[in-house]
């Protein structure tokens, strides 16, 4: 067994990146990932998972444990902006939350029953279509309760 050394996975403060290994396949940089099964790997995140940040990486996957291939993960919340993978159409100013298989779409709009979102950010930039890199101000996750009036 190979041990694998992280140059950030020591216990202390990081500047807005932490280095993780990659649970599966990450197969386009920018997408929304979460912890994984092992608090030194990240996996894609879902619509209801609570996300760590956006994957700034592509990878593999795994063979076995020790062929994990190694990523950066920009973690939300930081000063700076960062970009992530639409699911969909998304315009400016939109409140993102996570889609499902690391992409991001806005906000939904209200429907008959309550919906628990975690609102990730905002975007600054549009998307037309599903697939498209926009930009975003990150936040700290915070989730909240999307219901009719």
Excluded at 27 to 54: E, H, M, R, W
Aim: charged content about 10%; some cysteine; hydrophobic content about 40%.
């Amino acid at each position: 067994m190979t041990q694998l050394i992280l140059s950030n996975s020591a216990i202390g403060t990081h500047a807005c990146n932490i280095t993780k290994q990659a649970e599966e396949t990450i197969p386009t940089k920018y997408l929304l990932g979460k912890f994984g099964t092992q608090n030194t790997d990240v996996a894609l995140c879902g619509s209801s998972d609570l996300p760590i940040g956006i994957i700034t990486d592509e990878a593999a996957a795994p063979t076995s444990e020790g062929s994990k291939e190694i990523v950066n993960v920009a973690l939300l919340g930081s000063p700076n902006t960062l970009q992530a993978v639409a699911s969909a159409a998304i315009t400016a100013g939109s409140i993102l939350i996570p889609a499902g298989n690391g992409k991001v779409s806005p906000l939904p709009e209200p429907t008959t029953g309550a919906q628990i979102c975690t609102m990730i950010g905002i975007a600054l930039t549009p998307a037309t279509a599903d697939g498209q890199i926009i930009e975003f101000m990150s936040c700290v996750p915070q989730q909240y309760v999307v219901e009719s009036n």
